[in-house]
């Protein structure tokens, strides 16, 4: 079965649901294809103790405010689903969910896109899988040699799956810092964090909020010539969410540099000791979730697609949404997504 619709929008997440909603301010016809069976994107994945870096009100998608959660400043993540469930329906976005897309190729003046349940020709597409599907673990000397448990940021989801176990966790990032500090919060679990290089916390009263205005100052600067202000990176890597301050604040969460390699039962540090271990927690970042596109051959020797904002370089029917800054500052954030979607749709509208 083919069906005929003027855009296709490959992923049902939050960066699908904004694009979805300017498409619709655009009077577009499009369809929203999206692997997972129920809404929420990858917030539904995420480990059960996990809270926004930002108040609700600004984590917000276009046209709709996240409503607080009740006695929370920080919502959870099972609040992001409901509130993307709510948006989805609030909106009559047509989300098809269960739907994978396997292949997106070129046919003419059509693009052809092949899912596991039937096939769109479509006029433009807006790519916004995210990375989540993608887990990327570092090439470490010994890794396949360790007979314990290997988990990834994706695997994780709380700390009883690991009491009475020695845990070593390797990132120097946000999931790296509030995965070590929920375990070590708890308390059930021997935990070592391990990093690449010292840890870089931001200051305390720096959150998403700051983070945000960061990213819009250097949009801003970028687009007007001015040169680049470097972005929030500049200001650190660990966002102070108050579990990760709590354990900081009492010694539970103090990073140990990177151990040399893995062996078949622990970690052998640079100085030669050894440590036995029982599982080792990766939280060590994704790459984009490209695959489907990989007909189109766009990809750069870094695995990007190059982009002019979010439309891609080698195929002006195609827009990257979501993944990263690289198709528009914080664009991988709940905040930061709806101006990119914007833009998005607005070119497309020109285009057709
Ligand atoms: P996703 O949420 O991953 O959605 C992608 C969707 O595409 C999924 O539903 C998936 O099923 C679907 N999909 C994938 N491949 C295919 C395919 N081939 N065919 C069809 N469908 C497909 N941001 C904030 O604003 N605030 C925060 O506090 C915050 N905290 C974070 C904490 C963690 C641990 C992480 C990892 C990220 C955090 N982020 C935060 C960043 C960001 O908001 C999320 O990464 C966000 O989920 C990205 O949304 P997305 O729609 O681009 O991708």
């Known amino acids: 079965m083919t069906n005929r619709v003027n855009v296709v929008v490959v992923g049902g997440g939050q960066a699908g649901l904004a694009a979805g909603y300017h498409l ?8 929203i294809l999206d692997a997972d069976p129920a809404p929420g994107g990858s917030w539904q994945h995420m480990w059960d103790s996990l809270h926004l870096f930002s108040p609700a009100e600004h984590s917000s998608l276009p046209g709709r405010l996240m409503p607080a959660h009740a006695g929370e400043t920080y ?19 047509p ?11 070129r046919d003419g003046e059509r693009l052809l896109v092949e899912t596991d349940s039937g096939t769109w020709r479509a006029k433009a597409i807006i790519s916004a899988t995210g990375t989540w599907s993608r887990p990327f673990l570092p090439a470490v000397p010994g890794r396949d040699s360790f007979a314990g448990r290997q988990l990834h940021t994706v695997d994780y989801r709380s700390p009883a799956d690991l009491t009475g176990r020695r845990v070593i966790v390797v990132g120097g990032g946000n999931s790296g810092a509030q995965i070590a500090a929920d375990l070590a919060l708890d308390g059930q679990a021997e935990v070592t964090w391990v990093t690449q290089r010292p840890p870089r916390f931001l200051a305390d ?15 801003r600067a970028l687009e007007s010539g001015r040169g680049d202000t470097g972005g929030v990176t500049s200001l650190g890597d660990i966002v102070a969410v ?6 900081r604040d009492t010694g539970l969460l103090v990073a140990k540099p990177m151990f040399a390699r893995l062996t078949a039962d622990g970690v052998r540090w640079a ?22 596109l990989a007909p189109l051959n766009l990809r750069s020797a870094r695995g990007h697609i190059p982009t002019d904002g ?8 195609l827009h990257l949404l979501g993944y990263g800054d690289w198709t528009g500052p914080a664009s991988a954030t709940l905040i930061g997504v709806g101006r990119p979607a914007r833009d998005a749709a607005r070119t497309i509208a020109q285009l057709l």
């Open 242 to 247: 108050p579990p990760v301050r709590a354990a």
């Open 271 to 292: 100085d030669g000791s050894h440590t036995g271990v029982d599982a080792v927690i990766w939280c060590t970042g994704f790459r984009p979730a490209l695959v489907h």
């Open 24 to 31: 619709r301010r655009q009077g577009l016809d499009f369809t």
């Open 205 to 219: 009263d720096i959150d998403g909020r700051a983070l945000f205005d960061v990213a819009t100052a250097r949009r």
């Open 95 to 105: 989300v098809q969910h269960g739907t994978r897309v396997d292949a997106v190729r």
């Open 75 to 93: 919502p959870d993540a099972g609040h992001v689903v409901n509130y993307l469930a709510d948006y989805e329906k609030h909106y009559d976005l």
């Open 310 to 317: 979010t439309r891609a370089l080698g195929e002006p029917r």
